[in-house]
């Protein structure tokens, strides 16, 4: 008997967090009068996870779909761009099987309060910190997916975004070195005083920038397990990629760097241990050398400058923690999960600079 008939691991959601409340009979109205043949009544609810746009669950009568939204109070628009998500998937939904397929988008504001978008709705498997038991029978059919997760990357990275209607997307030239400066600038601001001061490795960054890449591309910038889709009926299979949110133009190398700073392989220190929050440690994961590897031999870009683009991972997860840890320490979130994250910069700081230590470049 396949695993998945012995027990149903597919992602759920839950109650509606207080203050992030949808007014589901104007929603009701406005998408069954939109959409053709969809009835109600509505039933809403909220994905916990996530702590950037919020992703609700709507369920009609026959139908379920997923709308999106900038977080409650947000005033810069174009850090919460729901129009910008919006054309992204409807120009990726055609040419890469794994982006959902948006219906609607609502620049409205006077709907709900903010400009929202609805889309398909992806019912499966997301592998968060464990992978759930039973659901994969041996190491071989882990390192399966894994491979998958690598080749859907690469398909990402090689789609012809100019000739999709993408080519306004982002700015490739000079991506690698914004990217840099303003993740330093980011560190700086956000810096307190019980982590460290990171500036080897920002320095470290500045320097070795690599030359523009002749390989631009659509990145995702946030490409793990954790907004991967697997399909409930087979779970070696990709269905969907979400929280397309960073989603830009530039150098694919760096969406690789992104991806490996959250991977924790088995052999890592047990601080990295401490701070890993997806299965990558298991027997048949992929290690990051044999992903960078793979990634190589598959896209046929050359790998010289890769502990760069690992280092950069490292370090702006460690700022995207830091700006968390910030508004906690200033007494600007009660996240109890907060309280733990300065440690969790100290670990990707030393991290990063054993990637240093290590590197030829």
């Given at each position: 008997m396949h695993p998945m008939n012995q027990m149903d691991h597919r992602d759920?959601?839950?109650?509606?967090r207080p203050g992030e409340e949808l007014a589901a009979d104007v929603i009701e109205a406005y998408l069954t009068e939109a959409i053709p043949d969809l009835k109600g009544p509505l039933h809403v609810q909220q994905y916990p996870c996530g702590a950037s746009n919020l992703t609700y669950l709507l369920s009609f009568a026959d139908r379920q779909l997923v709308l999106r939204r900038p977080p409650f109070g947000t005033k810069a628009a174009t850090a919460h761009d729901m129009g910008r998500e919006y054309k992204v998937l409807s120009a990726l939904s055609s040419h890469w099987p794994y982006a959902p397929r948006p219906l609607i988008y609502c620049e409205d504001t006077s709907v709900i309060g903010a400009r929202?978008?609805?889309?398909?709705?992806?019912?499966?498997?997301?592998?968060?910190k464990e992978i759930p038991e039973g659901l994969f029978s041996t190491p071989e059919q882990i390192r399966q997916l894994y491979e998958k997760f690598v080749n859907a990357l690469v398909e990402l990275h090689s789609l012809d975004y100019a000739s999709i209607g993408l080519g306004n997307l982002g700015k490739p030239e000079g991506y690698v070195r914004r990217q840099v400066l303003g993740w330093n600038k980011r560190f700086r601001a956000a810096r307190t005083s019980d982590v460290?001061?990171?500036?080897?490795?920002?320095?470290?960054?500045?320097?070795?920038?690599?030359?523009?890449?002749n390989h631009a591309g659509i990145i995702h910038n946030d490409f793990k397990l954790?907004?991967?889709?697997?399909?409930?009926?087979?779970?070696?299979?990709?269905?969907?990629?979400?929280?397309?949110?960073?989603?830009?133009?530039?150098?694919?190398?760096?969406?690789?760097?992104?991806?490996?700073?959250?991977?924790v392989q088995k052999d890592d220190p047990e601080e990295r241990h401490i701070i890993r929050t997806m299965p990558t440690h298991v027997d048949g994961a992929l290690t990051r050398h044999q992903f960078v590897d793979l990634y190589g031999r598959i896209s046929g870009i050359r790998m010289d400058h890769f502990d760069f683009y690992h280092c950069?991972?490292?370090?702006?997860?460690?700022?995207?923690?830091?700006?968390?840890?910030?508004?906690?320490?200033?007494?600007?979130?009660?996240?109890?999960?907060?309280?733990t994250y300065a440690q969790g910069v100290?670990?990707?700081?030393?991290?990063?600079r054993k990637v240093m230590a290590q590197s030829g470049l």
């Open positions: 759920r959601p839950t109650d509606v929202f978008y609805v889309m398909e709705h992806l019912q499966g498997i997301i592998l968060r460290p001061d990171c500036e080897a490795v920002m320095t470290w960054l500045e320097e070795k920038i690599p030359p523009e890449t954790d907004n991967i889709v697997l399909d409930p009926s087979d779970p070696y299979r990709i269905i969907g990629v979400l929280d397309w949110e960073m989603c830009t133009i530039g150098d694919p190398l760096m969406d690789l760097g992104c991806t490996l700073g959250y991977w950069f991972g490292l370090f702006r997860l460690a700022v995207i923690i830091q700006q968390i840890y910030y508004r906690f320490y200033h007494g600007q979130t009660q996240n109890p999960r907060a309280k100290h670990v990707l700081e030393r991290a990063s």
